[in-house]
């Protein structure tokens, strides 16, 4: 099973990003998505998910209005649109991917916001 971010990068206050997270060795279709993102010394905080039947999205109330979540399941793939980026964005933005009782993460993509 992996799960493989990418994306993250360094952009300033009020840019956008676009993370992708591509799964193989499960059945990625059915399966929850999300991204969580860590700051260094602080709890994870859940930022968007997607159902994997029903494709609907949630999102953190930090994010909402601002970031947009989505899924191709042609291409194991998982997105998060990222715009009007705050430094407070800034953080270690981890792939989830969940089935009960299967529960994998990727290793992580630093997204740095700042001027």
């Known amino acids: 099973v992996q799960l493989v971010e990418s994306g993250g990068d360094l952009v300033q206050p009020g840019g956008s990003l676009r993370l992708s997270c591509v799964g193989s060795?499960?059945?990625?279709?059915?399966?929850?998505m999300r991204w969580v993102r860590q700051v260094t010394g602080k709890e994870r905080e859940v930022v968007a998910s997607?159902?994997?039947?029903?494709?609907?999205?949630v999102y953190g109330d930090s994010v909402e209005g601002r970031f947009t979540i989505s899924r191709d399941d042609a291409k194991n793939t998982v997105y998060l649109e990222m715009d009007s980026l705050k430094p407070e964005d800034t953080a270690v933005y981890y792939c989830?991917?969940?089935?009960?009782?299967?529960?994998?993460w990727g290793k992580g993509t630093l997204v740095t916001v700042s001027s």
């Open positions: 060795g499960f059945a990625f279709s059915r399966f929850k």
């Open positions: 989830n991917a969940q089935a009960w009782p299967l529960d994998y």
């Open positions: 997607i159902g994997g039947i029903t494709g609907i999205a």
